[in-house]
């Protein structure tokens, strides 16, 4: 399978963003080896906003990339190396800039590598195929959106692959986790095992995050993440029972 190494080969890229992406990513995919038109796209909802702008693109993959990652410049040749006849997504596992999250990171990673978790899509650095998106009708989503996706891809007969840490950097802030776990019940992204398990491994692993980081901060702030998901997962599944 040829990759983006061949000269005849492009990529375009699609960068959602509520304004602006920034301008240290938009440098970077400007002068990434074989990237092609970049799209940007404000619309809202991401669900919508991803389905649309992927099927503007004129490659066979797309690049999907959020506003607030940095990529290595070789980031493009590594992830389409990978492709495969199978395969119908790549993303890749980020570093996180915020340090209670890359400290949880670092303690899961001991255990099981970040890449086999299968509720994480890592949608927010992708290669993917272009026509996975033609049929593609997702409901209005912010939140729960990478989810839906990776169901429709490998519904469509394709793999969802996620490649170890290749220097991708998230520098994004928490987002609400509250509505996190609303929309992961309400749309089946968690079932009741995966939320149980959730939560052990939580307990388990926040306080070692904690001890890495030297830091009370940590552990109150990770625990805060999950019982907000746990209460929004709660919630959900308490209003479908009336």
């Known amino acids: 399978m040829p990759t983006c190494s061949d000269a005849n080969i492009k990529v375009d890229f699609v960068i959602p963003t509520r304004e602006k992406p920034n301008d240290n990513l938009l440098r970077i995919v400007e002068h990434m080896p074989c990237a092609g038109q970049i799209i940007i796209t404000t619309e809202r909802p991401l669900s919508i906003a991803r389905k649309n702008a992927v099927l503007k693109a004129k490659t066979e993959w797309v690049a999907m990339v959020d506003d607030d990652m940095l990529l290595p410049e070789n980031w493009l040749m590594q992830v389409t190396s990978k492709i495969a006849s199978n395969i119908g997504a ?30 994480s ?18 409901p209005s989503l912010f939140f729960g959106e990478d989810q839906q996706l990776k169901k429709h891809v490998e519904r469509s007969g394709y793999r969802w692959n996620v490649l170890l840490f290749l ?19 309400k749309y089946g992204h968690f079932t009741i095992f995966q939320l149980v398990r959730r939560m052990v491994a939580r307990f388990i692993f926040t306080p ?3 001890l890495i980081n030297l830091s009370l901060t940590t552990f109150w ?22």
Request: hydrophobic share 40%; aromatic share 10%.
């Open 90 to 119: 790549i993303g890749t596992v980020a570093v996180h800039k915020n340090k209670h999250v890359a400290a949880y990171d670092r303690v899961v990673g001991t255990v099981v590598k970040l890449n086999k978790i299968d509720t």
């Open 208 to 210: 070692f995050a904690a």
């Open 121 to 138: 899509p890592h949608i927010n650095n992708i290669v993917i195929r272009r026509k996975l998106l033609e049929d593609y009708n997702p």
């Open 221 to 242: 702030y990770l625990s805060k993440l999950n019982i907000e998901f746990i209460a929004g997962w709660a919630k959900q599944y308490v209003d479908e029972k009336l």
């Open 167 to 185: 220097g991708v950097t998230h520098l994004g802030s928490s987002k609400n986790y509250v509505k996190i776990g609303i929309a992961y019940r």
